[in-house]
């Protein structure tokens, strides 16, 4: 991973022996679902879900699956299921592999 973006992606993500963790925040009951981009430490992710009965969750593992490839059983929330800050775990991926697609959205 180049020099130039490390310490910035390091500040929202990690390399796991599982993969990557991620923290998140969800920004629930958008108008559609999708990656919004990096801030403040975390990446922003818009859900058309309501955060009732676990539905923007299943709505946030589904926009993280679409994003970086993965199926939606590779993306496991370990914190903060009940509110907008999480933590996530993106099963099979490297930091490097996922790197670009968070660089991608820097504001």
Do not use: C, W
């Not at 914190?79 to 820097?106: D, S, W, Y």
Request: no cysteine; aromatic share 2%; proline share 6%.
């Amino acid at each position: 991973m180049p020099g130039a973006y490390t310490s910035r992606v390091r500040e929202l993500a990690s390399d796991h022996p599982e993969g990557v963790t991620l923290s998140v925040r969800v920004k629930p009951r958008s108008s559609k679902s999708r990656v919004l981009g990096v801030r403040e430490g975390a990446l922003e992710v818009a859900v058309a879900a309501p955060p009732v009965d676990g539905a923007a969750n299943l709505e946030l593992s589904r926009t993280l699956a679409d994003h970086f490839g993965l199926s939606r059983g590779q993306v496991r929330i370990l914190t903060g299921e009940t509110g907008k800050h999480k933590t996530v775990r993106l099963l099979g991926l490297r930091l490097t592999q996922i790197a670009p697609k968070l660089v991608e959205f820097r504001r």
